[in-house]
């Protein structure tokens, strides 16, 4: 045998052993693919779970919420018959009038937020069709600005209107909408100190623009990008006098989405705040 063949065979042996590594490797990828599939499907059966639960948990706190309506607004009524006395009882005292008007407030507040968490529960169980008809967006937002004013009027600040057009017909949920309208201008006028509070609406070609401005606390650049989640509520003067469940803005995304639109925030802290959202003039098939 010459030096030659040796090394040929040597070769062919190098090869061999290659080739049995690439045999291995491939075996070794095979397990790992089928690794993978097992642990996706896993995953696809935990999210699904998942889901039911969250199904679950969203049909729980609306029926929970639901069932505590009907009783609070028979306490409610009853404590203002009690507070607004009888012909032949004698007249409250100034401490038993006190506690009742705490005793109101407080039913009150609970109510709105009973009222903000079936809002939410509907949203998510996507029970809440929208009811779409064409709508005037410039008359909405009129109406809720009017609706706002005793509030504004209270705290000394102006609310100002820049509407590009003196109508925009579009389709959409007059009653949502409205919503959106007064939570975002209710904001507004919540965080707001002094100065005013702006509602603009343009016309943008395929959508319709509309904007919430304030020269209010405004929201800090670590709070910015939570301020669309559930129960998030941040610090800002000027908001101890009215408590609310930080569910508003929550609800107003989910009302922009289910049109079609997009919402999002600008702020700086102490110089104001600025919400704007679009809604699609055609509404998207679902
Ligand atoms: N215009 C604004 N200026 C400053 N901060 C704001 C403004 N709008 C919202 N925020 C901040 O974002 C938080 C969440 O707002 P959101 O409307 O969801 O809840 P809320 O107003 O506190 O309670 P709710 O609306 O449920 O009664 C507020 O608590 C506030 O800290
Ligand atoms: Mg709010």
Redesign the pocket.
């Known amino acids: 045998m010459g030096a030659q063949d040796k090394s040929i065979e040597a070769l062919q042996e190098e090869m061999r052993l290659a080739k049995e590594e690439l045999e291995i490797q491939r075996w070794g990828i095979a397990k790992t693919n089928e690794a993978i599939k097992t642990l996706y499907k896993e995953l696809e059966k935990k999210n699904e779970e998942l889901r039911n639960l969250s199904d679950l948990k969203s049909s729980f706190v609306y029926g929970l919420t639901h069932e505590l309506r009907t009783p609070l607004a028979m306490i409610k009524e009853g404590l203002l018959q009690l507070s607004e006395g009888a012909s032949d009882a004698p007249p409250l005292s100034q401490k038993q009038s006190r506690l009742f008007s705490i005793a109101l407030e407080n039913i009150d507040r609970l109510q ?1 937020i009973i009222n ?1 968490m079936l809002d939410m529960a509907k949203l998510e169980a996507g029970k809440a069709e929208l009811n779409t008809e064409e709508a005037d967006l410039i008359a909405l937002a009129h109406g809720t600005i009017a609706a706002c004013k005793p509030m504004a009027d209270k705290k000394g600040i102006e609310l100002k209107e820049r509407f590009s057009l003196a109508k925009i017909i579009i389709p959409v949920d007059k009653d949502k909408i409205v919503q959106v309208f007064t ?1 975002l201008i ?3 006028l ?3 100190a002094e100065g005013y509070v702006e509602i603009g609406i343009a016309d943008k070609g395929a959508a319709v623009e509309c904007y919430v401005a ?1 020269t ?4 800090s650049k670590d ?1 910015i990008g939570k ?1 669309f989640g559930r129960f ?5 003067a000027g ?1 101890a006098s009215y408590k ?7 609800i107003v995304k989910d009302i922009i989405t289910l049109h079609g639109g997009k919402i999002w925030v600008e ?1 700086e802290p102490d110089k104001g ?1 600025k ?1 704007t959202f679009t809604i699609p003039k055609a509404q998207a098939k679902r």
Not at 216 to 219: L, M, S, T, V
Not at 244 to 250: I, P, W
Request: proline residues 0%.
């Open positions: 709105r903000n939570n209710g904001n507004a919540k965080f707001t304030d209010g606390a405004g929201i709070d301020v998030q509520q941040f610090k800002s908001s609310g469940t930080g569910l508003g803005l929550s702020s705040t919400f």
